[in-house]
């Protein structure tokens, strides 16, 4: 049997090159990978600290993804200013609005009006002397009266149409009302429109009368005494049943938070917002530190399965228990809703 020697290969020079190059690249992939994580671990961040500031105004679902897609649409170091500059935030939110035509002139009024409010108190509007200069409105186009005079042939808007404008100047019975780029041509003298304002957490107002005076870039309306609460005068109820609140979105299954249920019993309903008290007190905390959003399941008296998705924040009136404040809930669930709180002795919502 021949005896065999195995020789080695001998690494040369090239081959010392390669595997350097090779361990340059994995630690470049590794760098690279780091800061990317780490980055998008700040922009994360920095949209959950402006999403937590939308939410404790109260913004909507429909709202708050409004305001997503605009933060979205800026540069990183403008998402940084409008973080920590509240009036940068107002004036750029501001200028995306009056460009957009996602959402109608009412839907921006209420955005601006939660998120920067005009008024200091929050109280409910009895005269044309309630409104604010400088709060932002909404001129609505409103259907004439045949009795009275309307604006020349040819002249009338489409009932309906809107436009987003400032408050000016105010008196008793008149408000100016400045809008970028109006054509005067579009509401006439005379022509009959709505002009629309919002109070957080009470609700939005609309004036009714007429356009006085037409200009460029602004109109003179002239109050004719009706004020149409348009939303507001919330009723609650005792209302006890089983309630169940999931994170929204859903972790996938074996995901982390999967698991991370909240269950318990309603004490009271209004239409926005139950007040309930949780099964799993110990844990609500920890749950609730980890997910922004919630979605709700309760079985009304009625036999309706009332769902939507909201906020879950701990009540300053009850205690031990907490408020679930709606983000999302549909006209039909609302209704639905709202007539089984009428059929249990009803009062005057004092929910926080």
Same mark, same amino acid.
């Given at each position: 049997m021949d005896n065999r020697i195995i020789i080695l290969p001998i690494a040369d020079f090239w081959t010392y090159?390669?595997? /350097?190059?090779?361990?340059?690249v994995l630690i470049l992939i590794f760098i690279f990978s780091y800061v990317y994580v780490k980055r998008s671990e700040i922009k994360d961040t920095r949209w959950s600290i402006l999403l937590k500031f939308l939410l404790r105004h109260d913004l909507a679902v429909k709202e708050v993804e409004f305001i997503h897609e605009f933060y979205l649409s800026l540069e990183q170091q403008i998402q940084e200013e409008i973080i920590t &500059? /509240?009036?940068?935030?107002?004036? *750029? *939110?501001? @200028?995306h609005l009056l460009k957009s035509s996602t959402l109608d002139a009412e839907e921006k009024v209420n955005i601006l009006e939660k998120l920067f409010p005009a008024a200091e108190r929050f109280e409910e509007i009895r005269t044309l002397l309630d409104v604010m200069t400088g709060e932002v409105c909404a001129v @609505?186009? *409103?259907s004439p009266n045949p009795e009275s005079e309307t604006? &020349?042939?040819g002249q009338e808007p489409e009932t309906g149409a809107k436009f987003m404008g400032a408050i000016v100047k105010k008196s008793p019975d008149e408000l100016m009302i400045s809008i970028d780029d109006f054509d005067p041509l579009v509401l006439g003298r005379n022509a009959p429109v709505g002009i629309y304002v919002y109070r957080p957490h009470i609700g939005g107002f609309l004036f009714h009368g007429t356009v006085r005076q037409p200009g460029p870039d602004f109109i003179l309306f002239s109050f004719n005494g009706k004020i149409e609460q348009k939303s507001g005068h919330h009723l609650m109820a005792q209302i006890e049943t089983p309630v169940l609140f999931k994170p929204w979105p859903m972790p996938a299954p074996g995901e982390k938070g999967y698991d991370h249920e909240? &269950?318990?019993n309603t004490y009271l309903f209004s239409d926005r917002a139950l007040v309930f008290s949780p099964a799993n007190e110990a844990d609500i905390h920890f749950y609730l530190n980890r997910h922004e959003i919630w979605s709700v399941s309760a079985k009304l008296p009625g036999g309706y399965v009332f769902t939507c998705r909201g906020t879950i924040f701990p009540s300053k009136f009850y205690d031990k228990m907490f408020v679930f404040k709606f983000l999302d809930a549909g006209e039909t669930s609302r209704n639905i809703l709202f007539l089984d709180i009428k059929e249990h002795e009803p009062v005057s919502e004092h929910i926080a």
């Open positions: 090159v390669g595997i /350097t190059i090779f361990f340059i &500059s /509240t009036k940068r935030f107002h004036h *750029l *939110l501001n @200028e @609505e186009a *409103l604006q &020349s042939p909240i &269950s318990g």
